[in-house]
């Protein structure tokens, strides 16, 4: 309820009010997204399967931005919680565009601690293995991964603390801001 009734409602309006027509749905909402559990033993922790694409086309068509939160439905309807990274991967892969995953840290850092502003699969592989890639980042990475995978033009881990960032990403095409994914 709080995901779906306050956060994401609070989330559309800021961006309405910046005059961007902006909607809080859940992944529920008109089948949006088709989910299974992971592991009976997490209770109704899910995994995203498909996007009803749609219903995104029918909102981004109509000038609405859709604010998703991260709850899915299965073939009976028995909903799951779903890694919001995971949805926003698979999102961005069934609609063919670009993954913007923010984040409160700079971009992946390698094992002395320096941000990377590109890592590509091989890379990222020995970070895994060498533990420095490790707990909340580790999803963050392999969404960025299976989305480009599945289609997404392209993925980056950024810091959301820092707006700008986006912004210059957008529109000057900076590219030593975060950490660009790559594929091969």
């Known amino acids: 309820m709080v995901l779906c009734g306050v956060i ?7 961006i309405t009010s910046e005059g961007i027509p902006a909607i809080g749905i859940s992944g529920t909402d008109a089948s949006l997204i088709e989910a299974e559990a992971i592991n009976q033993t997490l209770g109704f922790v899910g995994q995203p399967l498909k996007v009803n694409i749609e219903i995104l086309n029918t909102l981004l068509g109509g000038g609405i931005i859709p604010v998703i939160a991260p709850i899915g439905r299965d073939s009976i309807g028995q909903h ?3 890694n919001a990274d995971m949805v926003a991967s698979i999102v961005a892969a069934t609609l063919k565009t670009s993954l913007f995953i923010l984040t409160d840290v700079e971009g992946v850092r390698d094992g002395s601690g320096i941000v990377q502003h590109h890592l590509n699969e091989a890379e990222i592989s020995k970070l895994y293995e060498s533990q420095v890639i490790r707990n909340g980042m580790y999803p963050k990475v392999q969404a960025c991964l299976d989305s480009l995978k599945a289609g997404a033009e392209q993925a980056i881990i950024l810091d959301g603390r820092m707006p700008e960032n986006l912004e210059k990403i957008l529109f000057s095409k900076e590219s030593n801001i975060g950490t660009h994914i790559h594929i091969g």
Do not use: H, M
């Open 8 to 14: 994401n409602k609070r989330i559309a309006a800021d």
């Open 80 to 82: 799951y919680n779903i």
